[in-house]
């Protein structure tokens, strides 16, 4: 089923419809879990909605809050992450934020699959940098 | 005497190197393998350097007996190459220099690799070949560019010799091109390929469409063999690639060549090279796999070069970019 579809006419199925075209297509399944520090870091709030704007057109949000040790290491995941621009055609927009010592994500796209691409593929790198911190962290006092 | 730390992943090669003022004290690398018959995809090939980027870093920093206090400066690829790969690496050099407290610089895979050449050989100012599975270029150093004499008009010749590996579904262990060399040598027969020299640029995507029909009916008619087609591929490319070299010499009036890239380490190729330098009395310069092939210290070398000479990237203005010509490069670092 084209999950775009589902998500917007069926209002109450909005949440499980976002989740199952981020994830695997199954309504009802978990969101995903960002893997980092093992005891120190837990998955922010995560939420997600449908919005339409001014031209009746319709959006996927999704925001997703890490939390980090401290404010100067949510900077540095920050200017790590955010350098490298979402593809133009993909109409993704993304926004990063640091919020105290909290790594602020937002998405917004019309098309489910360059969403659902853009945020996975995200994932994977905020996972590397999680990493490369734990490995090779803490960061020196700037 | 700074030292550099240098990361490469444009391709299917991930490496980390360390460089100070001209010795490579570290430079670990892994490649990303794929089944014959199968290229590398930038999905693929990335998640395979987030995996061992990490354990290549410490790998290095422990060759070379440094802690990450003696760095004094992180370089990495910005390209061009593969969008995915790139980032993978370059995400982990911005996060290093940041939790370390070090300058980060950019560096123009293309310059890497001349770099990283001049650095080996000595080649003072040579014409250089840089031949890759993504690159294919003749560059000449003038007045602060390395500028592109002659370069191929569509696929690159690595890439044209890969894909015929995967016709024939060759081993890309340890690289397809290598084990077409050593195929190469037993080939006795030369079939007649398309010659695709124009002016001072080459073409291999019609030699490639050529091979690829005629391997099969020609193998099938036991007309040849698969080591004669391996030859004839390599002398009919290597042959156009010594010729563009030797065009791009005479207008500049050089008496050096210098290859680089993957395919430079190529035995025939710097044989038939050897030759033509040998009648013009110039003379050639080449290395062996270690620095030809994509590293981590040819990164860190450049990235030396431009340390030296003050420049430092932003880390606003260090996003990666699949497209990077080498000679948008300002070379602030030479007379």
New interface residues.
């Given amino acids: 089923a084209d999950p775009k579809g589902s998500f917007f006419s069926d209002p109450s199925s909005q949440g499980d419809g976002l989740r199952s075209c981020l994830v695997t297509g199954n309504h009802g399944s978990e969101c995903f879990f960002v893997s980092g520090f093992p005891g120190r870091y837990t998955p922010g709030p995560k939420k997600s909605s449908s919005t339409i704007d001014s031209h009746g057109r319709g959006f996927y949000d999704f925001s997703l809050s890490i939390p980090f040790p401290s404010p100067l290491e949510a900077e540095i995941a920050c200017r790590s992450l955010d350098p490298d621009p979402e593809p133009r055609r993909s109409g993704v927009q993304r926004e990063l934020t640091v919020i105290g010592n909290k790594l602020v994500l937002h998405w917004r796209a019309e098309e489910a699959r360059f969403f659902r691409a853009s945020i996975t593929t995200f994932l994977d790198y905020l996972a590397l940098v999680l990493q490369t911190m734990e490995r090779f962290g803490p960061p020196e006092p700037h | 005497m700074p030292t550099v730390l240098g990361f490469e992943g444009s391709a299917n090669k991930i490496g980390v190197g360390i460089v100070r003022d001209g010795a490579v004290l570290a430079n670990p690398r892994r490649t990303y393998l794929t089944p014959p018959g199968t290229g590398f995809l930038p999905g693929d090939t990335?998640?395979h350097h987030?995996a061992c980027?990490?354990d290549l870093?410490?790998e290095a920093l422990t060759e070379a007996g440094l802690d990450?206090k003696n760095i004094d400066c992180i370089a990495f690829t910005k390209g061009p190459g593969m969008g995915?790969p790139l980032?993978?690496v370059?995400?982990?050099a911005?996060?290093?220099a940041?939790?370390?407290?070090k300058p980060l610089v950019a560096v123009n895979h293309c310059v890497g690799h001349i770099e990283m050449g001049r650095l080996i050989t000595g080649a003072i100012s040579p014409t250089v070949l840089y031949v890759s599975g993504g690159n294919t270029q003749v560059i000449s150093y003038s007045e602060h560019r390395y500028r592109i004499f002659g370069e191929t008009i569509d696929v690159a010749v690595g890439n044209c010799l890969d894909r015929f590996a995967r016709v024939l579904k060759i081993s890309n262990d340890p690289s397809p091109g290598y084990n077409i060399e050593q195929m190469a040598k037993r080939g006795q027969k030369l079939v007649e390929l398309p010659y695709t020299v124009k002016g001072m640029d080459v073409s291999f995507s019609g030699i490639l469409s050529y091979i690829e029909e005629a391997a099969h009916r020609m193998l099938a008619a036991n007309e040849c063999t698969p080591e004669d087609l391996c030859f004839s591929l390599q002398e009919t490319v290597f042959a156009m690639l010594v010729e563009i070299t030797e065009r791009a010499m005479a207008h500049c009036g050089s008496q050096e060549v210098l290859i680089v890239g993957g395919v430079g380490c190529n035995m025939r190729l710097q044989e038939m090279m050897g030759t033509m330098c040998e009648e013009r009395g110039a003379k050639l310069f080449a290395t062996d796999e270690r620095f030809c092939i994509d590293n981590g210290a040819m990164i860190a070398q450049a990235g030396w070069e431009m340390f030296q000479s003050g420049h430092k990237t932003a880390?606003?203005?260090?996003?990666?970019t699949q497209r990077y010509r080498t000679d948008e490069v300002e070379v602030t670092w030479r007379n």
């Fill in positions: 990335a998640r987030r980027v990490l870093l410490h990450p995915a980032v993978s370059a995400v982990v911005r996060t290093v940041q939790l370390w407290n880390l606003s203005d260090s996003g990666v």
